[in-house]
């Protein structure tokens, strides 16, 4: 079956710019999380959603960094005045159920120049 | 949060056994250890977790001691397709979310040579 799917895979963006990054989770995922991985280290969590609820949004590095999930299925990640420092892989993670195993998508290549 | 500590790079050959250790000094009593895989260009792959004594599953086997403060990943007979960041990681039962939820560290780079 399908996986999870994000879009663009690769996007520049010049400083300043707002961005958008899409995610499509496993049809039927009620929980779905944003992580930040910078070149040479793992993941880090940003934010997660149970259906359209962000329940916690304790890893957004500033108010810049928006994320919604409007109907509980898509989610969009958005950058306002991105900075180089933005620059990452973004990647989407879904589980069935809260507590379940997480299924990553393949990520976004953000470069910020 | 138990920090977590393995070797940032690792090498062998093609059809050898590849053991990838890794400490856990401050494990707690719930938590459980999960390694993850990831290639190059794609989100990281759950390969396998356990809790105590030896899991094996199709694609690894993971021993951890009595004392659980190390674990060891196992993978049999490696390929060059098994070149990949390795990423060991103490939570809670497939937790996610949040600060007590997936944490990665920089993970171990296995590089596997013909």
């Known amino acids: 079956g399908a996986g999870v799917s994000q879009s663009p895979r690769y996007k520049v963006a010049k400083r300043g710019q707002d961005v958008a990054l899409r995610c499509d989770p496993i049809?039927?995922?009620?929980?779905l999380f944003w992580y930040q991985q910078a070149l040479g280290q793992g993941p880090e969590f940003l934010t997660y959603?149970?259906?359209?609820?962000?329940?916690?949004k304790s890893g957004l590095p500033s108010d810049r960094f928006f994320a919604e999930r409007p109907e509980g299925s898509v989610s969009t990640l958005k950058i306002q005045r991105t900075q180089q420092e933005d620059s990452a892989v973004y990647l989407c993670a879904s589980s069935l159920v809260e507590g379940d195993e997480q299924f990553f998508g393949p990520g976004t290549r953000l470069t910020v120049l | 949060l138990a920090k977590t500590t393995q070797p940032i790079s690792m090498d062998s050959y093609e059809g050898q056994e590849v053991n990838i250790t890794c400490s856990h000094n401050n494990i707690a009593t719930n938590d459980y250890i999960t390694w993850y895989q990831q290639f190059p260009s794609q989100g990281p792959r759950f390969i396998i977790q356990g809790y105590k004594t030896k899991v094996t599953n199709e694609v690894a086997s993971l021993f951890i001691p009595a004392d659980r403060k190390s674990s060891t990943l196992s993978l049999p007979r490696v390929s060059l397709s098994d070149t990949a960041v390795y990423y060991c990681l103490v939570a809670q039962p497939y937790s996610g979310g949040g600060a007590d939820g997936l944490t990665f560290g920089k993970g171990t780079h296995l590089i596997i040579q013909p």
């Open positions: 959603f149970q259906n359209e609820a962000q329940l916690d």
């Open positions: 049809s039927g995922h009620v929980s």
